[in-house]
């Protein structure tokens, strides 16, 4: 049994390697030079990396040992016609935008997260879009029904750009899909990729639909735990509606005074049905509440939750970002995150303890485990 | 024949080549033609329209050439492109 961590920073990616004990690690680094963003493995056991230079563009890098890695011909891209969202082309280009862009292109410049599901790929993109490759890899195909949702002239970037960062599948209905968009909303379809509809009735949108990102249990799907910009939610109608499930969470001062629990990452360990989120003090700060570094665990669906710090620092002002914090679904369950100061924090006994695994790695954008 | 200094980043699609050797009398043109030998380069060079990638800056004859100038830029047969990853800070 091995077990390994794909993480993806801003230069690269360390792959960490253990046997089912995780208490030993060994690091590696592969793709230097560019960030990596998001990694997937498909039912065939290869592995694909996301990355985005700022200059080259977007790319996807594959392997099937996690040692030798090539790029891919072919990348999730928009039809030539696509017209952008102009608040996204302004935030993208802000060092050159001189009021060029209006009626720009619709670009991709980042490809935010990888899912496999029923034999595929997806890859949610930014400018916002979702794409899947059948053939591993050789082709992408834009799902259309998305891409060119009938609302999409009004959705808003958040300030990180308009984001598709989170997809989920369920995998005994492969018509239903989830696809969560910043700051635009949390999109179902129920008739494969055809239609899709937003769900955040219960949420908080006073300022927007900021889904950061969600959660959920395959077998399981429609329960889904969601961290929003606004607080922390369950919905256990598959996204129809959603309850603040915020009991035990420290809870921060947003800009408009709104006080809920803040942050970006969200987990679930299948086996214990475990929920972890890393709260963070509120969007002016983005920072472990009295810089005091916790995850905080669920065991009842979100209905409590409490603060495991053991292992961690004290003294910490970094954060957590959406795609960095994951489970790798053995038993007991391991889970791990990085933080964008560059540390990896691991637990093998379901989130009660933690221990730094990698440090000194520059900012951490994506972690995925990988038990073989 | 014109050569293209490839960047260490870009090697990978490059088969590992420092430099490539191409045919053009523009620079867009000899972007084309490095991308038609190495597709996977394309997809760096190149955004869906088909235009050169905004952050793209190359240096020819001692000079910087930016992305929207590199249509028109005019090189000569022997000339040497370096292109490059243009960042900044730590």
Same mark, same amino acid.
């Given at each position: 049994m091995t077990v390994s961590l794909i993480v993806g920073t801003k230069k690269g990616a360390a792959i960490l390697t253990s046997d089912k004990d995780r208490r030993t690690w060994k690091a590696d680094f592969a793709l230097k030079g560019w960030p990596v963003t998001a990694s997937a493995r498909d039912d065939g056991g290869r592995y694909y990396a996301a990355v985005a230079n700022d200059v080259f563009g977007p790319a996807v890098f594959i392997s099937d040992d996690l040692k030798e890695w090539k790029q891919l011909e072919s990348a999730p891209r928009f039809n030539p016609g696509d017209k952008g969202n102009e608040q996204h082309i302004r935030i993208a280009?802000?060092?050159?935008?001189?009021?060029?862009?209006?009626?720009?292109p619709r670009l991709v410049?980042?490809?935010w997260t990888l899912h496999a599901a029923h034999g595929a790929i997806y890859a949610g993109t930014s400018e916002a879009g979702l794409f899947v490759t059948r053939d591993r890899g050789k082709s992408w195909e834009p799902v259309s029904g998305f891409n060119d949702h009938p609302n999409r002239d009004k959705w808003e970037p958040g300030f990180g750009g308009l984001c598709a960062h989170t997809i989920l599948s369920d995998p005994k209905n492969p018509n239903r899909m989830w696809v969560g968009v910043s700051s635009s909303g949390f999109f179902r379809t129920d008739d494969g990729g055809k239609t899709w509809n937003e769900k955040s009735k219960?949420?908080?949108?006073?300022?927007?639909?900021?889904?950061?990102h969600v959660t959920h249990d395959p077998t399981e799907p429609n329960v889904l735990f969601r961290q929003d910009h606004r607080g922390v939610y369950r919905s256990d109608d598959a996204g129809d509606t959603w309850v603040v499930t915020e009991q035990g969470l420290p809870c921060g001062e947003l800009s408009d005074g709104h006080r809920c629990s803040f942050g970006f990452a969200i987990a679930m360990?299948?086996?214990?049905?475990s929920v972890f989120i890393a709260p963070l003090e509120g969007d002016n700060f983005r920072m472990p509440h009295n810089g005091e570094l916790a995850i905080y665990k669920s065991n009842d669906k979100g209905a409590n939750w409490q603060p495991r710090k053991t292992g961690l620092p004290s003294n910490c002002y970094s954060g957590v970002l959406r795609g960095a914090m994951t489970t790798d679904q053995l038993d007991p369950g391991g889970v791990y995150f990085g933080t964008s100061s560059g540390s990896v924090y691991a637990s093998s006994d379901v989130g009660e303890s933690w221990s730094?695994?990698?440090?000194?790695?520059?900012?951490?954008?994506s972690v995925e485990a990988y038990a073989t | 024949m014109i050569r293209v200094q490839v960047p260490p980043v870009l090697r990978s699609v490059t088969g590992g080549a420092r430099t490539l050797e191409a045919e053009g009398t523009t620079v867009r043109e000899v972007f084309e033609d490095i991308a038609k030998r190495h597709p996977a380069l394309a997809l760096h060079l190149f955004?869906? $329209?088909?235009?050169?990638? $905004?952050n793209i800056i190359c240096v020819h004859r001692d000079s910087v050439v930016r992305a929207g100038d590199m249509d028109s830029r005019k090189v000569d047969q022997g000339e040497e492109l370096i292109l490059a990853n243009a960042f900044a800070g730590g």
């Open positions: 280009g802000a060092a050159d935008f001189m009021g060029r862009y209006k009626d720009g410049d980042q490809i219960g949420v908080n949108t006073d300022l927007g639909i900021c889904v950061h360990d299948r086996k214990s049905r730094e695994v990698a440090s000194e790695l520059p900012r951490i954008m | 955004d869906e $329209r088909s235009g050169i990638r $905004r």
